[in-house]
């Protein structure tokens, strides 16, 4: 279960219109709220990209509501019916986008009685100032072509590298697993879960061979069938390393305190 946070939701959902055309996807509508990590403007449409533009399946959404994947898609139809939200198709499940979505406030426009320093500060600004301070003004004014291409940009090389590390994973776990060539969506979900954790995919692989290669099956039918008992296991030895090293390091600086003393 994630650590639970509070997330806006704006007061214009509270409506006949809305209750009737979402009806019984609003869960699914509040979990892409909730996963909205930024915003855009695209022309008159403000756009919230889920989980920075990560591929997500059904079956993610599924493990967090309680409800069956089934569901989970009847639902997601439903509001891309009522363009609630936008999806894009890639290798292992959708990039999702909340129209029209308010998650975030946006910046309030400068007044436009600007008194005369004011006026003359905003007349010298040189076009070599500051990318950060003119990222914000592009933030207030909307974003330009070249905004949006960085950003659809940016989201394909997430998508690219999200998906060639699933793929890395999910070759090493069929490979050492050597029993069938297809993950089960509970597999996919766990694969997910771990490239969450920003755990070196090099690491990750070298645990998963560690992992099975210390595994001590009682008979035949005794084998590692789930990605999630991998899932455990890498996260367990991570931690216990990179606990380990914190401690050396603790050590090494204690030591050389002493040999400066």
Excluded at 25 to 31: G, S, T
Excluded at 48 to 56: E, F, S
Aim: a positive charge; hydrophobic letters at 35%.
């Amino acid at each position: 279960m994630p650590e639970p946070f509070y997330f806006p939701i704006h007061s214009g959902l509270l409506s006949p219109e809305h209750r009737e055309q979402i009806g019984a996807a609003i869960w699914e509508f509040i979990w892409f709220i909730s996963k909205t990590t930024k915003e855009f403007q695209e022309g008159d449409e403000r756009l919230g990209i889920v989980l920075g533009g990560k591929p997500i399946k059904h079956a993610e959404i599924a493990i967090d509501l309680g409800v069956s994947e089934s569901t989970v898609k009847n639902h997601v139809n439903r509001l891309k019916k009522y363009k609630y939200i936008e999806t894009k198709r890639a290798p292992y499940g959708e990039i999702y986008y909340v129209k029209n979505s308010k998650k975030f406030k946006p910046k309030r426009q400068a007044r436009n009685g600007l008194s005369l320093n004011e006026r003359k500060v905003k007349n010298d600004l040189s076009e070599t100032r500051d990318r950060q301070n003119f990222t914000e003004r592009q933030t207030k004014n909307g974003l330009c072509n070249k905004d949006i291409k960085d950003i659809k940009k940016e989201e394909e090389e997430v998508l690219m590298i999200n998906s060639s590390d699933f793929q890395k994973i999910a070759d090493k776990f069929i490979q050492r697993r050597a029993k069938g060539l297809v993950l089960s969506k509970m597999d996919e979900a766990a694969i997910y879960r771990l490239l969450e954790d920003h755990i070196p995919v090099d690491k990750v692989l070298f645990l998963i061979d560690k992992i099975f290669d210390e595994y001590k099956p009682k008979h035949r039918l005794d084998y590692i069938a789930k990605f999630e008992y991998v899932e455990k296991g890498v996260l367990d030895r991570y931690h216990k390393e990179k606990k380990k090293a914190s401690n050396l390091d603790a050590l090494d600086e204690i030591a050389k305190k002493y040999e400066m003393e």
